[in-house]
């Protein structure tokens, strides 16, 4: 069964990159009516942006996406995964600027309030979409890709000259609910250089290191109170990697694998998997399947402490 919110749920706070003060709600919708944006500050006929990785264009830090009025939202990784990783596959997101708020940098803040509200389940059948052969894409020394496999199955690694973040690998089955207690509360980070620069160029109006980004600075951790996990980072590139998986517009079963991945290369590997016609097929979920997608069975007992 697909599932919704049995009640409204509003957010506000800041845009981390436009620094925009935005209210967000999520409302529950209809079956098969997918993730759906509303840009409430535009006319009515221009309002809708579909969370579809087709929708999606090229933005350096974040994914944005795009209707054919030119309206966009950026920053919707991190609510995507707070959906897809609690099972709701029908919302409609009402938002009153062009970015989604970044609360704690985390998607912590999505999953309690969804818990929080209750999931329904809709008398809709699940469709996945299951990889039946690799596809890989590459930009530089990046890769993404994916491959068969009977859940989704996340594994990135990253590797940065800064001691304090190094090398991390990691691999979780998203199924039984890891999405929750392994992932979400893991916070998006940036490198002081990076912070510098982006302040120089009138970026990141929104970002107060600490409160919404970790901050790393060659072996010291610049923001106060430390790290969530000792491998945040990479734990925080696995949850973007599911929010930007989530675009497909059905769950995936398969493996990915990034490997200094960021948004627009989950993106192009998307785009090279919807291409090809014998890389996937769309399947019916019976109970079993249904049962090792990443929503199935979460509760607000699962989330860390932390958040
Ligand atoms: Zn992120």
Redesign the pocket.
């Known amino acids: 069964m697909q599932g919704t919110l049995k009640n409204p749920v509003r957010f506000s706070g800041v845009g981390l990159h436009s620094g925009a003060q935005t209210t967000l709600t999520v409302y529950p919708s209809p079956a098969d009516s997918g993730i759906v944006f509303h840009r409430m500050d535009v006319a009515r006929a221009h309002r809708a942006v579909p969370a579809r990785w087709d929708s999606v264009i090229s933005s350096p830090l ?2 944005r996406i795009v209707n054919d009025f030119e309206v966009s939202i950026s ?1 919707v ?2 609510l995507m ?1 707070a959906l897809v990783g609690c099972g709701i596959h029908n919302a409609r997101i009402d938002v009153t600027a062009g970015e989604v708020p970044i609360m704690d ?2 998607a912590s803040v999505f999953v309690r309030a969804f818990l929080n509200a209750g999931i329904v389940a809709q008398r809709a059948p699940v469709k996945a979409l299951r990889v039946l052969k690799p596809v890989e894409v590459r930009r530089g020394d990046a890769v993404a890709r994916i491959m068969p496999h009977k859940t989704l199955l996340i594994e990135f690694d990253i590797e940065f000259e800064d001691q304090a973040i190094g090398a991390q690998s990691k691999k979780l089955n998203m199924s039984n609910g890891s999405f929750v207690r392994e992932l979400c509360s893991s ?3 940036c490198r002081q250089a990076d912070v510098d620069h982006m302040q120089a160029n009138g970026l990141a109006l929104g970002g107060s290191p600490g409160e919404n980004a970790v901050v790393f600075d060659g072996d010291k951790i610049v923001s106060p109170g430390g790290l969530r996990h000792a491998d945040e980072p990479v734990r ?2 696995m ?2 990697a599911l ?1 930007d998986l989530g675009l497909a517009g059905v769950p995936i079963l398969g493996h990915y694998q990034g490997i200094r991945a960021g ?1 627009a290369l989950t993106n192009d590997l998307l785009r090279a998997l919807f291409a090809d016609r014998e890389a996937f097929e769309i399947v019916e979920c019976d109970p079993k399947m249904l049962s090792l997608l990443p929503g199935a069975g979460v509760h607000l007992g699962e989330l860390p402490e932390v958040a």
């Open positions: 974040c994914t920053t990784e991190h995964a940098g985390s916070r998006t980070f925080h590139k949850l973007d929010g948004h």
